[in-house]
């Protein structure tokens, strides 16, 4: 079972995908932060990064579909959402599916591709979460742990495993989506 803060945690990131905001999760919503994506990474339309990066979107909303949407009606409610999450969390191959998650969310936003993340990848690509920009630049620092000005790949794989597991409410991770 999820304790509150990871309740709380998944919750915020059910809003993020809630593109939306009906409270639900669908494809649609998938597609929508999709072509938020392609639109802040300038990928023109039918090219192979953009079909490629669609691709996966696509896939992510299957495996989701497939393990949280136990009604089949084709939406992601939040008690769904929060008992995948709880599945999730639990399984013995979490670290893995964290590490996997970090590797291609460290690819969506490292738009120049120079092997790290800057404040500036940062807010461009939460703004196709809908997180304002001010929040990003307040919230970048704490995600900075060693204060070089950017994220790398070790550091998001970290801050993916502090947002999806830890209970600790000081993890930097935590903030990665946004305030809660």
Do not use: C
């Amino acid at each position: 079972m999820l304790t509150e803060l990871q309740t709380k945690k998944w919750t915020r990131l059910f809003q993020v995908y809630d593109a939306d905001g009906n409270g639900t999760v669908t494809q649609a919503d998938f597609e929508t932060i999709f072509q938020n994506l392609a639109q802040a990474r300038n990928l023109e339309a039918n090219s192979s990064e953009y079909n490629q990066i669609h691709a996966k979107f696509m896939e992510d909303w299957e495996h989701l579909q497939k393990d949280a949407d136990k009604d089949n009606d084709g939406k992601v409610q939040l008690e769904e959402w929060l008992e995948h999450g709880d599945r999730r969390i639990n399984d013995q191959s979490m670290y893995q599916t964290v590490v996997d998650l970090a590797n291609q969310v460290f690819e969506l936003l490292d738009l120049d591709g120079n092997g790290v993340i800057t404040i500036n990848e940062y807010k461009t690509i939460l703004s196709s979460w809908r997180v304002p920009e001010k929040i990003a630049e307040e919230i970048f620092p704490k995600l900075d742990f060693n204060d070089d000005g950017h994220i790398s790949k070790e550091e998001l794989v970290e801050l993916m495993r502090q947002f999806h597991t830890s209970d600790d409410p000081d993890a930097p991770g935590n903030l990665f989506f946004g305030h809660f």
